[in-house]
């Protein structure tokens, strides 16, 4: 019988606040983590040694270092299992006026946006116990448009033709996040060369 309460246990990761709101003193957590019930993911964030992590663990730990941010861009291309793209490093989408994010564990690639890009098109998945947002199929398509400088045209192409071939998402939905995001004109000739 484990040592470890069961509101820790089915909590995923967490943070040390967290652990202090459900009843557990900051020294019972490194007790626990010195004993094997707990492992220290990195400062202030904890999960049960006997979670295993799963395919999208990275995106769970980034999400609770920076909760305001949006995963985008070539991860959450890969979330979505369109294209072909293995991105080395987390790509995050955080609001223009916030501090630059500190992590030390994965490498992340800090994308600043405003306005209507912080709400629009943002889905949010649970991933060991964590809320993480993401951008959706179709906004994640508009993004990479809006920054095809950054990750170049032939991996945007890739992406509109898969949310196309894959039906990722609806097609009223691309044009809504295109108007939304005013790309609508950037697109069009890009999707009338694929669709014919």
């Known amino acids: 019988m484990s040592t470890l309460p069961?509101?820790?246990?089915?909590?995923g990761i967490f943070r040390l606040t967290?652990?202090?709101a459900?009843?557990?003193?900051p020294e019972q957590v490194r007790r626990l983590t010195r004993q094997g019930h707990l492992t220290r993911l990195g400062r202030g964030l904890y999960t049960a040694a006997s979670t295993v992590p799963s395919e999208h663990h990275t995106l769970a730990e980034v999400a609770k270092r920076v909760p305001k941010g949006i995963v985008c861009l070539l991860t959450a291309l890969r979330f979505h299992a369109v294209?072909?793209?293995?991105?080395?490093e987390v790509w995050l989408a955080v609001d223009r006026?916030?501090?630059?994010?500190?992590?030390d564990?994965?490498?992340?690639?800090?994308?600043?946006?405003?306005?209507?890009?912080?709400?629009s098109g943002i889905d949010e998945h649970e991933i060991e116990?964590?809320?993480?947002?993401?951008?959706?199929?179709?906004?994640?398509?508009?993004d990479c448009f809006k920054f095809r400088n950054k990750i170049g045209i032939d991996v945007v192409v890739e992406a509109l033709r898969d949310y196309r071939r894959l039906r990722k998402g609806s097609v009223d939905e691309l044009w809504r996040q295109a108007d939304q995001l005013r790309m609508t004109r950037v697109i069009r000739p890009y999707w009338d060369a694929i669709a014919s």
Request: glycine letters at 10%; zero cysteines.
């Open 22 to 25: 459900l009843g557990l003193h």
């Open 129 to 142: 116990g964590v809320t993480v947002r993401i951008t959706s199929p179709a906004r994640t398509v508009v």
């Open 18 to 20: 967290e652990a202090r």
């Open 6 to 11: 069961r509101a820790i246990r089915n909590k």
């Open 83 to 88: 294209g072909t793209q293995h991105p080395r």
């Open 97 to 103: 006026r916030a501090g630059i994010p500190r992590i």
């Open 105 to 119: 564990f994965t490498p992340v690639r800090v994308v600043r946006i405003s306005g209507v890009a912080l709400t």
